[in-house]
């Protein structure tokens, strides 16, 4: 009988014992020191590790990822904020920067603008700036230049100068009544006017549009010819 009471009475006291060891245990874990997280966004993992070791926490990366203001392996963020409590020797997760994301800049001289906007979309890029400007090389719409260049490297945006096609010049006609031909075409060749004639003879003798009166390089001027001298 005795034997058959022993055992009982064993098992409660492991019983007994084991939850006196889970309560001392619970205890001590939850009146453990609680510390602050120091701020590591921009620290290199030396001088985090360093900084988590003081506060008695521990260190651990859990990526990586591009920046394109954080310098090459410092942090870019952490789990739990700066400034926050949390339990010692708990783990503070980080995620390290690669740096800048860097892109191949296609070339988009002479390229109209909605061509290169397609361009740029497949690669991920992006027309930040357009500048308009005057060429008289370059159609009108279409791509000067560009920055970066396509051996230059970038991160975002690209700029461009946009052709604005020549500059629209603008005269007041002069008057070529009386004039010798070869002398108006000349003068009109320099203004940038086209000449077309009507009749004979080598004098100018009536004109359109008329003397004085606005005209823009590129038009045409129409001369009625006579014959005789000139200034006649």
Do not use: W
């Not at 701020?39 to 030396?46: D, P, V």
């Not at 926050?84 to 001289?109: A, D, H, T, W």
């Not at 000067?144 to 629209?168: F, M, N, W, Y």
């Not at 010049?169 to 000449?195: H, I, Q, W």
């Amino acid at each position: 009988m005795n034997k058959f009471i022993r055992i009982p009475l064993i098992v409660a006291a492991f019983v007994a014992l084991g939850l006196t060891f889970g309560y001392i245990t619970f205890n001590i874990l939850s009146f453990s020191r609680t510390v602050e997280v120091p701020k590591l966004e921009g620290l290199t993992l030396f001088e985090a590790n360093e900084e988590l070791t003081k506060a008695g926490l521990y260190l651990k990366i859990e990526g990586e990822d591009n920046d394109p203001v954080v310098q090459s392996g410092r942090i870019i963020r952490q789990d739990v904020p700066s400034g926050n409590k949390v339990k010692e020797k708990r783990v503070i997760k980080v995620v390290v920067s690669k740096g800048p994301r860097f892109f191949s800049i296609p070339l988009l001289v002479n390229e109209t603008v909605p061509d290169a906007d397609a361009v740029l979309i497949q690669k991920g890029l992006r027309i930040g700036r357009k500048l308009a400007v005057h060429s008289d090389t370059i159609e009108k719409g279409r791509i000067v230049a560009q920055r970066p260049e396509p051996d230059e490297k970038i991160t975002d945006a690209i700029s461009v100068l946009v052709s604005a096609g020549p500059h629209e010049l603008s005269y007041f006609c002069p008057d070529f009544t009386n004039k010798p031909l070869e002398d108006a075409r000349e003068l009109a060749k320099k203004m940038g006017l086209t000449v077309e004639t009507k009749g004979q003879g080598g004098v100018v003798s009536a004109q359109k549009p008329r003397a004085g009166t606005r005209v823009q390089g590129g038009e045409t001027i129409y001369f009625e010819m006579k014959e005789g001298n000139a200034d006649d």
